[in-house]
């Protein structure tokens, strides 16, 4: 009897939301994969499947793992399941292709993923376009240039965390902005650097959006800050 070897897992990044910006990589091995899984609201469809949806083969089978969209982070078992769920293909030996938005290890659902079936299956990890370089080029706004740091802070943490991190850094990228921007606006006032911070939506796709910070009082979740240097830095 003929003993089929374990499936490779590859986690996939499909860039932020232009379908032309997947890689040619990852379109190759997202086509040649028995199985495609993303992850998906509890009602509704995948972002990152509709972004590759034109490459998609009917003979793949597909695996939607839910994730809730509300604040916080995403329970343990949720990831459990998931891992046991591709664990199972992996071990029939087939191939699964596993999307993620943006890059798979930038602030992705791919790491607790990664971290539940490293050491039990061959995993390869595909790099994709991740806002970090989507929403500056979107704006046409360097972040750094030779010797610059950039710091990447998430708008949720606490706001003493928030200004510290920002009193501290050069350039920042200020990411999940969504229900924090009152916060965010507060805290860049304060340090003298609200003007000239942009906010950047939707990156790489047709209702991109890219406006002053001080122009806006509300934005998506998925939204990111660019904050370059001060004078007094430069």
């Known amino acids: 009897m003929t003993v089929r070897q374990p499936g490779r897992l590859y986690g996939i990044g499909v860039g932020p939301g232009d379908p032309e910006l997947l890689t040619l990589k990852g379109l190759r091995l997202l086509r040649a994969a028995t199985v495609v899984a993303y992850p998906a609201p509890e009602q509704g469809d995948s972002f990152a499947r509709t972004i590759v949806a034109a490459w998609l083969d009917r003979a ?4 939607a793992i839910r994730f809730p969209m509300r604040p916080g ?3 343990e078992h949720i990831y459990d399941n998931a891992a046991r769920v591709i664990a199972a293909e992996l071990e029939a030996g087939d191939d699964v292709a596993l999307l993620c938005q943006g890059d798979p290890l930038f602030y992705g659902s791919f790491s607790g993923i990664l971290m539940r079936l490293a050491g039990r299956f061959a995993i390869e990890i595909v790099p994709g376009v991740s806002s970090l370089t989507a929403c500056p080029a ?16 998430p708008a949720t ?11 501290a850094a050069e350039a920042a990228a200020i990411t999940k902005l969504g229900r924090h921007i009152t916060k965010v606006k507060r805290v860049l ?10 906010c950047v939506e939707h990156a790489s796709l047709p209702d991109q959006r890219v406006r002053p910070l001080t122009e806006i009082d509300e934005a998506p979740y998925f ?7 001060t004078r007094a830095n430069r």
Not at 138 to 153: G, H, N, Y
Not at 157 to 167: I, K, R, V
Not at 189 to 198: D, S, W, Y
């Open 223 to 229: 939204s990111l800050v660019l904050v370059g240097k």
């Open 60 to 63: 793949q089978r597909e695996i």
């Open 138 to 153: 979107a704006a046409a706004m360097p972040l750094v240039t030779r010797d610059e740091v950039l710091s990447v802070i």
């Open 189 to 198: 006032a304060e340090l003298g650097r609200l003007a000239g911070a942009v």
């Open 73 to 75: 982070v995403p329970s």
């Open 157 to 167: 943490l606490a706001e003493p965390d928030l200004a510290s991190c920002l009193a």
